[in-house]
C-alpha cells in the first residue's frame, strides 16, 4: 500500500536558519503530493502542493518539488521565522483510489529567537 | 478557497453518552468526505470514507457500530461517537474533496477535540 515516510523530529533551529524536512514515499499510482502545517491545538493547513513529476509547490517561502525518480517531496525553506513553529505533514493523495490522503508521522519544527 | 466547516471544535461528555460531530463542505459539493484520528503527538489515522447517500467505508480495525457516518448530502457528513469512553478522548479531523480524479486535493476542516470522562 501507499505511504510516507518524514525525517524524525523534532527539529530546532535558530532564527533564519536554513530548513530542510526530507519526505519519501512509495504508491502504487501516480499521486499527487502535499506538505501541511499544523499549529498547536489546531487543525490542518495546506501548505503547498504538487500533483506531477518535477512540478515545485511553493507558499510562504517554503517550497518543495516532486522528485518521481528518487520518489521524494522534500520541504525546504531559506529563514526560518518563530512563527514558523508548528508540525509539519507530508501526504500524498492517490488519484486512482477515490482521493484518500497518507501521511507521514510529522515533523515538529521549533523556532528560537 | 474551498472551505470545509467542523463542529464543534471541542466537546467534553461523560462516559457512555454519544457525541455528533459535524463536517460541512461550505461552498462546494462533495461526494466524497474522510473521516482521521489523531492521537497525541501522532498522524493522521484514516479511519473511514465517507461516500453521500451510500455506507461509508471503514478501515480495517474501525469499528463502525461505535463510530457511525452518516454522509445525507453533497455538503455534510456527520461522525456519531456511540457509548463513548475515556479511550476515545482524541483529535477527530475530516475532510472533503471538490471532485473526484487527478489533481484534485482535500480541504481539512479544523478538527474536533474530544475529550470523555
Known amino acids: 500500500g501507499d505511504s510516507v515516510t518524514q525525517m524524525e523530529g523534532p527539529v530546532t533551529l535558530s532564527e533564519e536558519a536554513f530548513l530542510t524536512i526530507n519526505c519519501t514515499y512509495t504508491?502504487?499510482?501516480?499521486?499527487?503530493l502535499f506538505w501541511y502545517v499544523q499549529y498547536p491545538g489546531e487543525g490542518l493547513q495546506l501548505l503547498l502542493k504538487a500533483t506531477k513529476a518535477d512540478d515545485k509547490g511553493s507558499n510562504k517561502g517554503f517550497e518543495a518539488t516532486y522528485r518521481k525518480e528518487t520518489t521524494s517531496f522534500h520541504l525546504e525553506k531559506g529563514s526560518v521565522q518563530v512563527s514558523d513553529s508548528a508540525v509539519y505533514f507530508c501526504a500524498l493523495s492517490d488519484n486512482t483510489n477515490a482521493g484518500k490522503s497518507t501521511f507521514g508521522d510529522g515533523t515538529t519544527l521549533t523556532v528560537k529567537p | 478557497g474551498a472551505v470545509v466547516s467542523q463542529h464543534p471544535s471541542r466537546v467534553i461528555c461523560k462516559s457512555g453518552t454519544s457525541v455528533k460531530i459535524e463536517c460541512r463542505s461550505l461552498d462546494f459539493q462533495a461526494t466524497t468526505m474522510f473521516w482521521y484520528r489523531q492521537f497525541p503527538k501522532q498522524s493522521l489515522m484514516l479511519m473511514a470514507t465517507?461516500?453521500?447517500?451510500?455506507?461509508?467505508?471503514?478501515e480495517q480495525g474501525v469499528e463502525k457500530d461505535k463510530f457511525l457516518i452518516n454522509h445525507a448530502s453533497l455538503t455534510l457528513s456527520t461522525l456519531t461517537v456511540t457509548s463513548a469512553h475515556p479511550e476515545d478522548s482524541s483529535f477527530y479531523i475530516c475532510?472533503?474533496?471538490?471532485?473526484?480524479?487527478?489533481?484534485?486535493?482535500?480541504?481539512f476542516g479544523q478538527g474536533t477535540r474530544l475529550t470523555v470522562v
Open positions: 504508491a502504487t499510482g501516480y499521486p499527487s
Open positions: 465517507s461516500n453521500e447517500g451510500s455506507k461509508a467505508t471503514y
Open positions: 475532510s472533503a474533496r471538490a471532485s473526484w480524479g487527478a489533481n484534485t486535493e482535500a480541504f
